[in-house]
């Protein structure tokens, strides 16, 4: 239901609302205050791991739109951090966020993909 501004409504009971909360465990990789980063519980690559900003965001847009300039500092910095360690940036990796019902989001809370480990082949797969 959207917001009286247009903007969509946050649910605050989507899965990783819970994980930050603490009602849901998660596999932790790191925490700051700005964001916290997880391994995906099914993950599609050797390395799979989410990265979320703490604040209640629905996609990149809306985090971009609304969120203030320390939480988008903050929470790319923290993107970096995982990356380097994790010891992903030599081999190299892919960061990727799924916006909306054709982006495939199915978590409506901010979050990017770490996928690495293995050659990732095209950017985008075959339809289907
Ligand atoms: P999306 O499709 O929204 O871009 O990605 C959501 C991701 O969240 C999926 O890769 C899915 O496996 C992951 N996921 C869903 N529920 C949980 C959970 O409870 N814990 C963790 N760690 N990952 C989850």
Redesign the pocket.
């Given at each position: 239901m959207p917001e009286a501004s247009g903007r969509p409504a946050y649910d605050d009971t989507n899965?990783?609302a819970?994980?930050l909360r603490g009602e849901?465990?998660?596999?932790r990789v790191y925490e700051d205050a700005f964001a916290l980063a997880?391994?995906?519980?099914?993950?599609?690559a050797p390395v799979?791991v989410?990265v979320i900003p703490k604040g209640p965001y629905l996609s990149l847009s809306d985090f971009g739109r609304h969120a203030s300039e320390a939480e988008i500092a903050g929470f790319w910095r923290a993107v970096a951090t995982v990356t380097a360690q994790l010891g992903l940036e030599d081999a190299g990796y892919r960061a990727?966020?799924?916006i909306g019902q054709d982006?495939?989001?199915?978590?409506?809370?901010f979050?990017v993909?770490l996928f690495a480990g293995r050659r990732l082949g095209r950017m985008v797969p075959a339809s289907g």
């Open positions: 899965v990783f819970r994980i849901i465990p998660c596999k997880f391994h995906d519980i099914a993950p599609q799979h989410l990727l966020t799924n982006g495939g989001q199915e978590v409506p809370h979050h993909h």
